[in-house]
């Protein structure tokens, strides 16, 4: 074997690692910039799941402060009944030993039930304003639900784009925009909603 015929192999190994990261560079600059894409759009899907879920917990615990009120009302009507109940009993005691009751027992007993239609009125009221508030913080969770799919979308198509580069398989890349897409599909549809 003769020895003038050895091959350089520092000069192969520089051309080899030239073209793979010519080759291989734009494909990465590529998933970089999808992936910072989908970091943008999973940050403001993240931030208008947590603004959904805060007014949704607003609303539930005013909600609970209606119920509380509207409780309060029952008792008070409760109340208001057997005030009228006691009055009437007297009245009949009255009537029991033959005698005419006073007519304050009966204008007692006629107050007691008009207080109690308004109380009544008013604690109806009250449930009614705190099952709005329930519905309408059921419809933010609902959204924030969606907001939260989002995220979870984005966060997958993100840890697939990471696999794609450091396998460098486009495969695997087109999986991370596919399912970067159904996310930026859910977030759009969300906002325009």
Same mark, same amino acid.
């Given at each position: ?5 050895? $091959?350089d *192999?520092?000069r ?8 793979l990261?010519r ?5 990465? &600059?590529? $998933?970089?910039l999808?992936?910072?894409i989908?970091?943008?759009l999973? @940050? $403001?899907? !993240?931030?208008? /799941?947590?603004s *959904? ?6 609303l539930?615990?005013?909600? *609970? ?6 409780s309060?009302?029952w008792?008070?009507?409760?109340? &208001?009944g057997? &005030? /009228?109940?006691? @009055? @009437?009993a007297?009245?009949?005691?009255w009537?029991a ?5 006073p !007519?304050?027992y009966?204008?007692e ?8 239609k308004?109380i ?12 709005? &508030?329930?519905?309408? /913080? ?7 639900? !969606?907001?939260a799919l989002?995220v979870?979308l984005?966060?997958v @198509?993100i /840890?697939?784009?990471a696999?794609?580069?450091?396998t460098?398989n486009r495969?695997?890349?087109?999986g991370?925009l596919a399912?970067g897409?159904a996310g ?9 909603a």
């Amino acid at each position: 074997m003769p020895e003038d015929t050895e $091959i350089d *192999t520092d000069r192969l190994h520089e051309a080899i690692d030239k073209e793979l990261e010519r080759e291989g560079g734009g494909f990465l &600059k590529r $998933i970089a910039l999808t992936t910072a894409i989908m970091a943008v759009l999973a @940050s $403001i899907a !993240s931030l208008e /799941a947590g603004s *959904t879920v805060n007014e949704a917990l607003m609303l539930k615990t005013e909600a *609970t402060r209606l119920q509380a009120e509207a409780s309060d009302q029952w008792a008070y009507y409760q109340a &208001k009944g057997l &005030k /009228a109940v006691v @009055s @009437s009993a007297a009245r009949g005691a009255w009537t029991a030993i033959g005698k005419e009751p006073p !007519s304050a027992y009966q204008d007692e007993t006629r107050r007691y039930e008009a207080e109690q239609k308004e109380i009544q009125k008013a604690a109806r009221e009250k449930e009614k304003e705190r099952d709005e &508030k329930d519905k309408e /913080a059921a419809l933010l969770l609902r959204r924030h639900e !969606s907001f939260a799919l989002c995220v979870a979308l984005f966060q997958v @198509s993100i /840890a697939l784009g990471a696999v794609a580069a450091l396998t460098r398989n486009r495969l695997v890349w087109y999986g991370s925009l596919a399912v970067g897409l159904a996310g930026a599909g859910v977030l759009i549809a969300r906002l325009v909603a």
